[in-house]
């Protein structure tokens, strides 16, 4: 078995630092980002109107095939006013994975609905498409609504509608998207998928985030592409679309001077300094995405060359995935637990997956299947760094 040292060895190695701290996902910024930034300020216009925003918004589009997008001022934002728009109702129920970041949840707790959390596959660790049918077809019921003439799935313990169902394409890798999004056509549960983590992933060719009712993308400071903080929403419909952008306005009936509001909105807009941020970012996608891809082609090459039980997370089949955190997989939590002390401890940065949600105070109430396969993923996994480089050392 390989000792720890040889694995901080080559991550210096890969990262052409012998010395000093290495971070997990740090940003990149080798572009127009201080030109844009110094252009914005120039305008004055500085807030949540400008040229930045709408161009953000129409590349971002293009790149995903999106017909629109509307930014956000964080991706927890968008993901909340995604569920609303979906029909999440306070005192229903939305289906979604424990293995995930907890603005999952929290946006469903916003709407004043409760998770359900079912398993994931253990080679996509997103929603388990099978657990997801399984689920559906021996815990809920399907009765007419008779004020919308619409089927709703109903679960059979609690009583309640499922809402929403949102499955997150972890750590970058795209869940089999395609199969969930027919398991929810058949019981008429709007799909809302968080693909906070997964700009620049392919499913089939189609980018994730493109499947359902409406996708969120995320752009924190650790993201792929960053805006410092920021999120978007994605909509294959474009009257969606400009409904989102009327209620992350405060829903504002537009006038050349009069403020009138006609209904309940939401201060989500993303300011133009952060959106010229991120079309600067934007436009060097393709060279961190090549980055990315080789820098996981190294790790997959020395794990696989190991004689060990460290398992390198490839990309799923049928996927290309932007590889926004490397993965490996131990043995055990015992082992998991000896490397994350001894590689923070040597200024390497790595991380073990998030808590299940369902173990979380907040949450441990809240219906689930076995969750076996995302028990083994978060007892094992540990995220090593997987920051985009222009020049690699090797």
């Known amino acids: 078995m390989p000792t720890y040292e040889n694995i901080i060895s080559f991550i210096r190695k890969i990262y052409n630092k012998p010395e000093g701290f290495i971070p997990l996902h740090a940003p990149v910024f080798a572009g127009n980002e201080k030109k844009y930034l110094n252009e914005c300020i120039d305008s004055t216009f500085v807030s949540s109107v400008g040229k930045f925003v709408d161009l953000f918004e129409e590349k971002i589009a293009e790149y995903t095939g999106a017909k629109k997008a509307v930014v956000c001022v964080n ?23 424990p293995l995930t970041f907890i603005a999952t949840a929290n946006a469903i707790s916003y709407c004043g609905a409760k998770p359900v959390f079912l398993d994931v596959d253990m080679d996509t660790m997103g929603l388990s498409p099978k657990a997801l049918k399984n689920w559906l077809q021996t815990s809920t019921i399907q009765r007419s609504n008779n004020s919308t003439n619409q089927k709703e ?54 980018h994730t985030g493109t499947f359902g009712v409406i996708g969120v993308l995320s752009f924190n400071g650790n993201k792929v592409i960053t805006t410092g903080g920021g999120g978007m929403l994605l909509f294959m419909d474009e009257n969606l679309a400009k409904r ?6 405060q829903a ?26 991120g079309l600067a970012q934007l436009e060097q996608l393709p060279e961190f995405l090549g980055s990315k891809r080789k820098t996981a082609c190294m790790y997959k090459e020395f794990f ?16 290309s995935s932007n590889y926004w955190l490397n993965c ?38 809240c219906e689930t299947d076995n969750i076996t396969n995302a028990k083994d993923i978060a007892n094992r996994l540990v995220n090593i760094p997987s920051s985009s480089l222009v020049d690699h050392a090797f």
């Open 153 to 206: 799935t109903i679960n059979k313990i609690s009583g309640k509608r499922i809402s929403a169902c949102v499955p997150m394409h972890t750590f970058g890798h795209p869940c089999r998207i395609e199969e969930i999004a027919e398991i929810c056509n058949v019981y008429n549960i709007p799909l809302v998928e968080d693909a906070a983590e997964s700009l620049g992933s392919f499913y089939k060719e189609q």
């Open 304 to 319: 696989s060359s190991l004689s060990s039980n460290i398992t390198f997370v490839d990309e799923p089949s049928d996927s």
């Open 328 to 365: 490996i997989l131990f043995s055990n939590k015992k082992e998991r637990d000896a490397f994350l002390k001894y590689s923070n401890e040597n200024g390497v940065m790595t991380r073990p997956a998030w808590q299940l949600m369902n173990e979380l105070v907040m949450f441990e109430d």
């Open 252 to 277: 504002k009936v537009p006038h050349v001077w009069e403020f009138v509001h006609d209904e309940i909105g939401y201060n989500y807009r993303m300011p133009n300094i952060n959106a010229a941020l």
């Open 75 to 97: 991706g927890t934002n968008a993901l909340h006013l995604a569920l609303i728009m979906a029909g999440v109702e306070r005192d229903s129920e939305v289906i979604t994975q």
């Open 244 to 249: 989102a952008k009327y209620l992350t306005t």
